[in-house]
């Protein structure tokens, strides 16, 4: 339906005209992402029939193939493995573990390891990553060659793995473990895959001791920040039930899959049955209403089910079960479509509401009208999910009040609903994200020459906020628009344009504080006026490069529509890069307003 009625809207006269997305077009934006999760159980040095036996250890390039083997059965997006032996950076290096460093036992010890021949397996499309951790003195070689054949040669040091099918960036290991007496070191390795919002990480709690965990669980969360809850996946062995000490905070403020199975069993050999525990989580930041997870399972096939007695042969290959889940994606900043691509929305000349869906390159298709009237004089804007149901919704103030246009999902609008009134009827309206941290969208408004926040309230539409003062004098002359979160803090940040004076044209950045303000701004980029550029509007990530886009119409010739490409200067601060004509014209006299 949508794409007759886009054919349709592109014969209308008077429509600007979009650019064709162009070649070489980026990973698009997924919606669903499955994961994988195993302890692999690849250290242990213990034959069968001894207590903590790891069931085909010899096996290493076998162990790994499996691996790859679950990983195209259920076409997973990412893998994350727990006490796997790897390495960091060329495989024939001296592998340098974040732990004690443990020298490398015999030339082109990486190439043996499960990591090498796993990447081996997956071919170039993944994206493959390990952080070692280390153990107590006595085992620091157990991903070393033994003495004893039995063993096997095992290569690399033992810790977490991460691999991503496609491209990881802002890769980061953060060491949970802080008490130096304890003479171990367990990671959390945690990465991005271009095209997903949420940062990916893998971890491993050590077993035995509760405090011992809960501090490595606050060591994480601390180290993720506002991410924790703001965009965040994740998994690992945490060596506990949901409803333990360690897992409290995890449980309580993300969304837990539920296997409602067990992942992991000891069979010892003395003993009749096997004991059983779910230590295989995975977590995710929550949406304001409804689950993130469409699926959640444990794959027993893949787990060793036997008795742990000598001579006989395992059944899996592991003591753990892989986890598989696929969990649904927040809705991508600026997409009204639901395809995983940032949109543009604006208002004509008629009064009419317009939606140009991206391709996924900053380039715009042909519009399809969402709102036949009544449009003329509105601040619109569109970044976050207001009523819960994971599409993202229109903000507008329309006269002077503030309303909500719920999204059905493909860009229309269903009925409005009033959430503000008694602003200035020339108030500027910026929907920049979670700007609290309490998992709801939240609102920018300049009225009256003061800035404003709105914030969301989550499970209730309206959400019957107070508008809550935090810029005074001097935002009648700039522009506003929700620049998402271009640092890459966890909090969404703020782009505005000086419209008169003597830094009229220029752009400035403020990047967004715990305390949901804005630090002193930085210049963002410079020249536009508005005689040269009339109207700008954030374009969020519309390249799904990584950074944060903008779109700004021309007042030249017939009026074009440019794409910037975010960048970074020197100072590391984000900032406007190369722009790209993407419309051709008729966007001077035809739109109004972008949003």
């Not at 149901?389 to 999902?409: F, H, K, M, S, W």
């Not at 609008?413 to 929907?431: G, H």
């Amino acid at each position: 339906m949508l794409t007759a009625l886009l054919a349709a809207a592109a014969l209308t006269s008077g429509t600007p005209a979009p650019a064709q997305a162009a070649a070489g077009d980026p990973v698009p934006a997924k919606r669903e992402l499955t994961v994988l999760t195993w302890n692999i159980c690849g250290e242990t040095l213990v034959l069968r029939g001894g207590a903590g036996y790891c069931p085909h250890r010899p096996d290493v390039k076998a162990k790994a193939l499996q691996v790859a083997e679950l990983a195209r059965k259920y076409q997973a997006d990412v893998i994350m493995l727990q006490e796997v032996c790897g390495y960091e950076g060329d495989i024939n290096a001296t592998p340098q573990p974040h732990g004690t460093p443990v020298p490398s036992l015999f030339p082109g010890a990486n190439s043996k390891s499960h990591m090498a021949f796993l990447q081996a397996d997956l071919k170039s499309e993944w994206t493959v990553r390990h952080a070692a951790g280390s153990r107590s003195t006595d085992k620091e070689s157990y991903c070393r060659n033994s003495t004893d054949e039995r063993y096997g040669e095992i290569g690399g040091s033992i810790g977490v793995l991460l691999a991503v099918k496609g491209t990881m960036h802002d890769v980061r290991i953060i060491e949970t473990v802080t008490d130096t007496s304890l003479k171990r070191s367990m990671p959390a390795l945690c990465g991005r895959l271009v095209g997903w919002p949420d940062q990916l990480c893998t971890t491993h709690l050590i077993a035995g001791n509760n405090t011992v965990q809960q501090a490595q669980m606050s060591e994480i969360k601390t180290q993720l920040g506002t991410s924790w809850t703001q965009g965040t996946l994740i998994g690992g062995d945490f060596n506990g039930n949901l409803d333990d000490p360690d897992l409290t905070a995890a449980h309580q403020e993300l969304d837990a899959c539920e296997t409602n199975t067990f992942t992991h069993q000891t069979w010892a050999a003395d003993k009749t049955t096997a004991q059983t525990w779910n230590m295989d989580h995975l977590f995710a930041s929550k949406l304001s209403a409804g689950t993130r997870w469409t699926s959640c399972l444990a794959d027993h096939e893949a787990m060793d089910k036997t008795q742990n007695v000598a001579g006989t042969e395992p059944d899996g290959w592991s003591d753990h079960a892989p986890v598989i889940a696929t969990l649904r994606q927040t809705p991508v900043p600026g997409d009204m479509t639901g395809d995983g691509k940032p949109d543009l929305v604006a208002i004509d000349n008629t009064g009419k509401l317009r939606l140009y869906p991206g391709t996924g390159t900053g380039a715009l298709t042909a519009p399809l009208t969402i709102g036949n009237s009544g449009w003329t004089g509105a601040s619109i804007a569109h970044r976050g999910d207001w009523n819960g149901d994971g599409t993202e919704d229109l903000l507008a103030r329309v006269g002077d009040e503030l309303r909500i246009y719920p999204n059905q999902g493909d860009g229309t609008l269903t009925a409005w609903t009033p959430v503000a009134s008694s602003l200035s009827t020339t108030a500027r309206v910026a929907a920049v994200g979670d700007l609290n941290l309490d998992g709801t969208p939240d609102a920018v408004i300049s009225s009256n020459d003061r800035l404003y926040r709105y914030d969301g309230i989550r499970g209730t539409l309206p959400p019957s906020a107070t508008l809550v003062e935090f810029g005074t004098q001097g935002w009648t002359d700039r522009d506003i628009t929700g620049l998402g979160d271009a640092d890459h803090d966890g909090r969404p940040d703020l782009l505005t344009r000086q419209r008169t004076g003597t830094d009229a044209g220029k752009l400035w950045y403020h990047r967004s504080l715990p305390d949901g303000t804005f630090a002193a701004p930085t210049q963002y980029g410079y020249g536009y006026t508005i005689t040269a550029r009339p109207l700008i509007s954030a374009a969020a990530d519309a390249d799904s490069n990584g950074t944060a886009d903008m779109w700004a119409t021309t007042s030249d010739g017939t009026g074009r529509l440019l794409y910037y490409k975010g960048g970074t200067n020197t100072a590391g601060n984000p900032t406007d890069g190369p722009s790209t004509e993407v419309g051709t014209g008729g966007w001077n006299t035809t739109i109004t307003t972008l949003g």
